[in-house]
């Protein structure tokens, strides 16, 4: 069974600052997706990354990237200039090939930004 | 194009009473999920369904059902109501059945809000 960890349960920046939040996952497996959800408190999961787990090239999404280390299992999030609407409860999840579609979710990581 | 909805908002019941939640997909798409947001227990996956069948099921009792309509829209039932079923429910589509190589991302409804009083 896969897991997926979030050891930061709450993290704050400041305005156009730019901060990391950190997930580390367990698989066998070697053929996976991972993601990136944000769900601000009006509480709908929205899609922010993904990143197929064959590419070696890390996704950029404008604003947001990831650093992939498929070796180390490890998939961060790093947000750039961050924006007051950028507050949410992040979650990273994972689907891999037994998965059968489920996605498998993290704790999730409170961001706050501040003016 | 409208997003996935899910209905209702919010639903208050007691113990032991059965609870319907529904959920209409993003036009286009067939498969449509269901995970449980309970309060410090994060998301856990419940149902998945595709092309009206029942796909693969999360570590939920049976009392936790579903199904698929025609139109692809579905139904989450729970009966016996417990405390513990007090959640947010959450439901996602995609498009048809996904191979790991597929890149196709589930996108999420609002949720319903059950408490159990």
């Known amino acids: 069974a896969q897991t997926v960890t979030q050891s930061q349960p709450e993290m704050s920046v400041q305005e156009a600052e730019t901060v990391t939040l950190s997930c580390t996952y367990d698989?066998?497996?070697?053929?996976?997706?991972l993601f990136w959800y944000k769900q601000p408190p009006s509480r709908q999961m929205i899609l922010v990354i993904r990143?197929?787990?064959?590419?070696?090239q890390n996704a950029t999404e404008n604003r947001f990237s990831v650093n992939f280390q498929k070796a180390a299992k490890s998939f961060s999030l790093k947000i750039s200039d961050s924006q007051l609407g950028d507050t949410a409860m992040y979650f990273c999840?994972?689907?891999?090939?037994?998965?059968?579609?489920?996605?498998?979710f993290g704790e999730g990581t409170q961001l706050t930004v501040n003016p | 194009e409208a997003g996935v909805t899910q209905s209702p908002t919010h639903l208050i019941k007691t113990r032991g009473q059965q609870a319907t939640l529904r959920c209409s997909p993003i036009s286009g798409h067939t498969s449509v999920y269901w995970y449980q947001q309970a309060l410090g227990l994060g998301l856990q996956f419940l149902l998945w369904?595709?092309?009206?069948?029942?796909?693969n099921r999360g570590n939920f009792p049976p009392r936790f059902s579903g199904r698929q309509f025609p139109n692809y829209s579905s139904e989450l039932n729970v009966n016996a109501l417990e405390l513990e079923d007090s959640a947010l429910y959450l439901c996602?589509?995609?498009?048809?059945?996904?191979?790991?190589?597929?890149?196709?991302?589930?996108?999420f409804g609002d949720g319903t809000r059950l408490s159990i009083l």
């Open positions: 369904y595709d092309e009206g069948e029942e796909r």
């Open positions: 990143q197929e787990a064959y590419k070696q």
């Open positions: 698989t066998s497996e070697n053929n996976y997706y």
């Open positions: 999840a994972f689907r891999g090939e037994t998965s059968g579609s489920r996605l498998t």
């Open positions: 996602a589509s995609s498009l048809g059945e996904q191979s790991p190589y597929d890149n196709q991302p589930q996108h």
